[in-house]
């Protein structure tokens, strides 16, 4: 019961200021037509419940699933096998991250058409399998964290002089969208699997580090992608 | 109501498809690996579905509601003269979303946790949103002079690629995380559909170039405010080891001149 009612209060403190700031502008300059305010009411209540619903069904099945692959990943000694599952779990899960959805829209949308949703989805998301994988795999061979972020985002910089500029901001936002509800739960949860296996000691330091990371391989990707449509 | 069941019919198409890799991987892992008990095994099943449903009301929700309204917002403050009232507003918004944003709440308690109360929760959490708002802000500033992201991003991840190596190694990774944390759905959805509908209302500005961007901004300050609060940590840390250092000589030359009085009366 304690979940539902936790769950509840984060989508209201979510939502419901953002929906007030609305309601106070539609009756000071925006004045929208009463049907289209109406529409975005009924919106904000289809935001609300599905909010709740997909927070309850994340934390009933993806955070289960997380920490039973974390737990089951440690434990292979193959290393090859780690980075599969790794890559698989990664590519998956940030496929159905909901914010990239709507980047992913609204990139169509502006682009007209040019950048097609699909196309930076997919993208994106073997960028981020990738980085998850290659945090993994930090973890296992215990590389500092630092020196792999100080050369990625040297990449990163490297990269971006070649890309298109329109590439540029698109791929630094698709770094910050990628890490949504969906996917830093399931991450934070999959650290959790792990470090439950290998320790205390281990874990709290192991824990961090996956988000970060990961959003470096969706960065990378889309900058790639403007390389190549160059 | 018609745009409702026409968005409705593709969402749940589209989720449908994005939703499925990853049942068939569990599905697949579960067979062969997992293996987890029956009940168990229903109850992720019957989450799964919660996941779609939800997602698909939400998303419903986001792109009927919010960014339509977002985009008309945008465009009618992108086409008043005082087009710089979308700056303070853009401050305002960006402050309101991160204090609701529950991923900052959590990120504020592990800080908290790691630094053993020496930083509290309320002070990452201003900090944080202040942060945030100043990201917004900025953002709406860069959109209205058309700068170049590029102005932004380098000098700050140069800085925050060179504040890394002051702190201890536990805070780069809570620092780089909470970059993604602050990226809720409200600031992706919502403030990206308002920035993209000014920017389309702003003459010469090109939306890809200049209303894309935000979230990177938002994705990067965080970054900056755990690795500040990191070194602000270190000196608490090195003030503490030096007052330890001390007390120990202290009670050292004590012991000592206990000893020598114990010395001086035993002769």
Redesign the interface.
Known sequence: MNIIKDTLKEVIYAILPIALVIVFFQFTILHLPTKDFLNFLVGVFFAFVGFVLFLVGVNASLLPIGEAFGATLIQDEKVWLLMGFGFTLGFTVVIAEPGLQILAGQVAKSSGGEIPKYLLLVMVALGMGSFFTLSLTRIIFGVSLLKILLVSYILLFTLALFSLPEFFTVAFDAGGVTTGPLVVPFILALGVGMSAIRGPKAGTEDSFGFVGLSAVGSIMAVLILGIIYR | MT??VDELIVLVK??FI??L??LI??LI?QFI??K?PKE?FL???????????????????????????GE??GQ??GTLDHNWILIPIGF??GL??T?????VRILAL?VEKVTGGYISRKIILYFLAIGVALAVALSMFRMLKGI???YF??PG?CTI?TL??FVK??F???????????????I???M??LM?GSS?AIKGS???????????M???VP?FSVLVLGVLYKREELRIARLEKQDRLKEEKEIGNANSISHSLDR
């Open positions: 745009i409702f589209e989720i994005s939703l890799p990853l991987i569990f892992f690996r997992l987890l168990q109850v992720i099943i019957r989450g799964i579905v919660l996941t779609f449903v939800g997602l698909v009301l939400f998303l419903l929700g986001i792109k009927v509601g919010f960014i339509r309204v008309l917002i009618t403050l305002l918004l309101l979303v204090l609701a944003e529950p991923g592990e170049s992201l590029w991003l380098l991840y690629l890394m190596w190694p536990m780069v990774a809570i620092a780089f995380d909470s970059g993604g944390f602050a990226t809720g759905p409200m992706t959805t919502f990206l559909a993209v389309a090109n939306p890809l170039l200049d209303a894309f961007g935000m979230v990177a938002v994705a990067m970054i």
